[in-house]
Protein backbone atom coordinates (compact mmCIF):
# COMPACT_ATOMS: atom_id res chain seq x y z
CA UNK A 1 0.00 0.00 0.00
CA UNK A 2 1.36 3.52 -1.03
CA UNK A 3 0.06 6.03 1.37
CA UNK A 4 0.62 9.98 -0.60
CA UNK A 5 -0.60 13.35 0.65
CA UNK A 6 -1.43 15.10 -1.96
CA UNK A 7 -0.26 18.48 -0.46
CA UNK A 8 3.44 17.02 -0.74
CA UNK A 9 3.32 15.82 -4.55
CA UNK A 10 5.03 17.92 -6.32
CA UNK A 11 3.03 19.30 -9.36
CA UNK A 12 4.49 18.95 -13.08
CA UNK A 13 2.98 20.38 -16.14
CA UNK A 14 0.63 18.44 -17.91
CA UNK A 15 1.22 16.51 -20.87
CA UNK A 16 -1.33 18.86 -22.44
CA UNK A 17 1.03 21.57 -22.02
CA UNK A 18 -1.55 23.94 -19.64
CA UNK A 19 -2.04 23.39 -16.22
CA UNK A 20 0.14 21.25 -13.93
CA UNK A 21 -0.99 17.98 -12.18
CA UNK A 22 -0.50 16.17 -8.72
CA UNK A 23 0.23 12.68 -9.70
CA UNK A 24 -1.52 10.11 -6.83
CA UNK A 25 -1.52 6.96 -9.01
CA UNK A 26 0.66 5.77 -11.79
CA UNK A 27 0.02 3.50 -14.44
CA UNK A 28 3.58 1.45 -13.07
CA UNK A 29 1.59 2.10 -9.29
CA UNK A 30 -1.16 -0.72 -9.89
CA UNK A 31 -1.65 -3.70 -11.53
CA UNK A 32 -5.17 -2.51 -12.68
CA UNK A 33 -6.28 -1.06 -16.15
CA UNK A 34 -5.88 2.29 -13.75
CA UNK A 35 -3.67 4.65 -16.34
CA UNK A 36 -3.49 7.57 -13.70
CA UNK A 37 -5.14 9.32 -10.97
CA UNK A 38 -4.16 12.90 -10.40
CA UNK A 39 -5.04 16.48 -9.33
CA UNK A 40 -4.81 18.72 -12.20
CA UNK A 41 -4.85 22.79 -11.18
CA UNK A 42 -5.70 24.77 -14.03
CA UNK A 43 -5.66 29.30 -13.95
CA UNK A 44 -9.01 30.91 -15.50
CA UNK A 45 -8.30 30.87 -19.28
CA UNK A 46 -5.63 28.11 -19.59
CA UNK A 47 -7.28 25.67 -21.98
CA UNK A 48 -5.63 21.96 -23.67
CA UNK A 49 -5.94 22.02 -27.38
CA UNK A 50 -8.14 18.77 -28.61
CA UNK A 51 -6.82 15.81 -28.45
CA UNK A 52 -8.02 12.15 -28.57
CA UNK A 53 -6.95 9.26 -26.05
CA UNK A 54 -7.97 6.01 -28.51
CA UNK A 55 -7.46 3.54 -25.86
CA UNK A 56 -8.05 5.56 -22.39
CA UNK A 57 -11.32 6.63 -20.78
CA UNK A 58 -10.96 9.44 -18.93
CA UNK A 59 -13.38 10.54 -15.72
CA UNK A 60 -13.43 14.15 -14.64
CA UNK A 61 -14.51 15.34 -11.51
CA UNK A 62 -14.59 19.04 -10.64
CA UNK A 63 -14.07 20.07 -7.40
CA UNK A 64 -13.20 23.51 -7.69
CA UNK A 65 -13.75 26.53 -10.04
CA UNK A 66 -15.48 26.20 -14.09
CA UNK A 67 -14.59 24.16 -16.72
CA UNK A 68 -16.06 24.05 -20.28
CA UNK A 69 -15.09 20.61 -22.30
CA UNK A 70 -15.32 20.79 -25.85
CA UNK A 71 -16.07 17.27 -27.38
CA UNK A 72 -16.36 16.97 -31.46
CA UNK A 73 -19.91 16.69 -31.25
CA UNK A 74 -21.36 18.84 -27.50
CA UNK A 75 -20.02 21.14 -25.36
CA UNK A 76 -20.49 21.48 -21.69
CA UNK A 77 -19.90 23.44 -18.77
CA UNK A 78 -19.35 21.69 -15.38
CA UNK A 79 -19.20 23.25 -11.60
CA UNK A 80 -17.68 22.00 -8.49
CA UNK A 81 -19.13 18.75 -7.49
CA UNK A 82 -19.73 17.79 -11.31
CA UNK A 83 -18.52 14.63 -12.57
CA UNK A 84 -18.10 14.01 -16.43
CA UNK A 85 -16.90 11.26 -18.45
CA UNK A 86 -15.35 11.23 -21.75
CA UNK A 87 -15.22 7.80 -23.69
CA UNK A 88 -12.06 6.37 -25.58
CA UNK A 89 -11.08 7.39 -28.80
CA UNK A 90 -13.70 11.08 -27.85
CA UNK A 91 -12.02 13.94 -29.81
CA UNK A 92 -12.20 16.72 -26.34
CA UNK A 93 -10.54 19.83 -24.80
CA UNK A 94 -10.75 21.49 -21.82
CA UNK A 95 -11.07 25.47 -20.68
CA UNK A 96 -10.83 26.19 -17.26
CA UNK A 97 -13.93 29.05 -16.94
CA UNK A 98 -12.19 29.94 -13.66
CA UNK A 99 -9.03 29.00 -12.08
CA UNK A 100 -10.16 25.35 -11.50
CA UNK A 101 -9.03 21.95 -9.82
CA UNK A 102 -10.52 18.53 -11.30
CA UNK A 103 -9.82 14.82 -10.12
CA UNK A 104 -8.66 12.93 -13.43
CA UNK A 105 -9.18 9.26 -13.52
CA UNK A 106 -7.86 7.67 -16.45
CA UNK A 107 -8.52 4.09 -17.10
CA UNK A 108 -7.19 1.94 -20.35
CA UNK A 109 -9.93 0.31 -22.46
CA UNK A 110 -7.58 -2.07 -23.98
Given at each position: MKHRLLHEIIPVTTSHGC???????????????????AVTGLKQGERSEMHVHPTMEEVFLIRK????????????VCHADE???IAAGERH???ALTDAEILTIGCATE
Open positions: GTKRVLLAKEDTQTNLTQIGTVKICMETEETCICALE
